[in-house]
T-cell receptor, first 112, second 113 residues
């Protein structure tokens, strides 16, 4: 099976812009979680989606949002970008909510 | 919320020796503890995980031990090899798998040939 894929892999934006990142889970996986990875804060949980519904949310401002489609693909959106949003954004998929998570390669976002 | 502390932040061991990384967690309700390995520029990859109803789990050169009373768990790598060099993250969650993973801050392991 193909692994988790994320697009785009790299992105450069300027402050104030918005960005949409995409995640395609492993075929058959229904749960998708998003994480932000930075050198200073490490890996931090953003949110989790299952059956097109957000099931969990981390401690991030409302500028961070996401959604999941009927085919389990997920997108996350960051509005009004700030310099501190520069990070590697990872999504992880699992078969169901109580299964092992497998990570995608990430989208590296640079905000200038 | 859950807090996971990981030590040491860096670790260098001679090839062939053993490496041990330790994590402590704060929420006694946590019941799932995975370990991920992340090589430079690559995605985190699950290397081993353990549930709270098990005290130890082993997979070839890698083992994880869990002490629920003390709320800590450890990763043991024996007979280390150069390809073991990477950053290792521990994590904890309350609902096996997807009650959001809380990660430790990572340990950079360097194997010295």
């Amino acid at each position: 099976k193909a692994g988790v894929t994320q697009t785009p892999r790299y992105l450069i934006k300027t402050r104030g812009q918005q960005v949409t990142l995409s995640c395609s889970p492993i075929s058959g996986h229904r749960s998708v979680s998003w994480y932000q990875q930075t050198p200073g804060q490490g890996l931090q949980f953003l949110f989790e989606y299952f059956s097109e519904t957000q099931r969990n949310k981390g401690n991030f401002p409302g500028r961070f949002s996401g959604r999941q489609f009927s085919n389990s693909r997920s997108e996350m959106n960051v509005s009004t970008l700030e310099l501190g949003d520069s990070a590697l954004y990872l999504c992880a998929s699992s078969l169901n909510r109580r299964e092992t998570q497998y990570f995608g390669p990430g989208t590296r976002l640079l905000v200038l | 919320g859950e807090n996971v502390e990981q030590h040491p932040s860096t670790l260098s061991v001679q090839e062939g020796d053993s490496a041990v990384i330790k994590c402590t967690y704060s929420d006694s309700a946590s019941n799932y503890f995975p370990w991920y390995k992340q090589e430079l520029g690559k995605r985190p990859q699950l290397i081993i995980d353990i549930r709270s109803n098990v005290g130890e789990k082993k997979d070839q050169r890698i083992a994880v031990t869990l002490n629920k009373t003390a709320k800590h768990f450890s990763l043991h790598i024996t007979e280390t090899q150069p390809e073991d060099s990477a950053v290792y993250f521990c994590a904890a969650s309350k609902d096996f798998g997807n009650e959001k993973l809380t990660f430790g801050t990572g340990t950079r392991l360097t194997i010295i040939p």
